[in-house]
């Protein structure tokens, strides 16, 4: 066997298990604030927590995609570099509590997020808050177009995943922008599934083919847009997503810097990168994950890892020992 076929057969490094611990540990530290009312004592402890463990993963990993500014959260601010410092470098993109409300309230689908890829790679959200997005699972992801009428692509995507109009299930963020919106789904006859917030999780059951979720519709976060993006390359998924700002502030800001207020970005334009990891652990009970459960001392996490270099996707059940965490330092848990 030659030196290149051993190199072939040599095992990488799979940083979305190290991550892992990252998303747990945030999970575990915000789970304490459900049902409290209290959405930023929660982000607080999560954003405390993953920063901790951050500490211990050697990698030299800058914030491409944070969180804060938007709603005056604690922040992983952008920029701020994670890691040892010492491995490979990598643009990351973080939401330590997706759904803040959803946590504050207890309602289900709010969720610890991680997306890495190489440096370089990862798309600046830059001055954008707001994205208008299409999501579908992968035999839909050549019959859509976000410029086309909502009919136009209903009826592309039934025909894709052989199903008719009326059994189409429309994942909407219930804001008062998609008044007209939700309106244009149900005049055409599909099902519309209404969700306050999460629009990571919308995105993923949109993705996922073995979901209740056909297709994903509206406007969201820019932020949540390009880290569901790396979830969506591993699936072989689509995301179509176009600026769409919601204040003047916001346009403004977009046009002065140089923004193609007219581009239409897919998840290749998103992350420029097939060697993505996505992981994600669930906070209260969702769609796609069970939340943290206590019994006794010991706490059940469920999250999901995913690797775009071998396509793998792992859900993973973890139990933790509350009493031994609680008399060690969470960074070596």
Known sequence: ??????????????????????????????????????????????????????????????????????????????????????????????????????????????ISVIALSPSGTMMRAGPSFYMKKIVVPKPAADYVDIDAPVRYNLERVAKALNKKVSDLTVFVLDKPRHQDLIKEIREVGARVQLHSDGDIVGALLAAFPQTDVDILLGTGGTPEGIISAAAIKVLGARILGKFDPQ??????????????????????????????????????????????????????????VMRGHTGTIRYIESHHDLERLNQISMINY
């Open 247 to 304: 204040k003047e502030d916001e346009k403004r800001r977009l046009i002065e810097e140089g923004y193609d207020m007219n581009k239409v970005y897919t998840e290749d334009d998103m992350i420029k990168s097939d060697d993505v990891y996505f992981v994600a652990t669930g906070i209260t009970n969702g769609s796609l994950l069970k939340g943290v459960k206590i019994i006794e001392h010991t706490a059940i996490t469920h999250s999901i």
């Open 1 to 110: 066997m030659s030196q290149i076929e051993r190199k072939k057969e040599t095992p990488t490094r799979n940083i979305a298990l190290e991550l892992l611990r990252a998303t747990e540990s945030a999970a575990l530290a915000a789970s304490k604030w459900i049902g409290s009312g209290n959405k930023e004592a929660g982000d607080k402890a999560a954003v405390e927590a993953m920063r901790n463990i951050f500490q211990s993963i050697d990698i030299n990993g800058t914030v491409v995609i944070g969180e804060g500014e938007k709603d005056q959260a604690p922040m992983l601010y952008i920029n701020e570099r994670l890691g040892t410092l010492t491995g490979p470098a990598f643009d990351i993109a973080v939401d330590p509590v997706e759904g803040t409300n959803l946590l504050a309230t207890g309602r289900p689908n709010s």
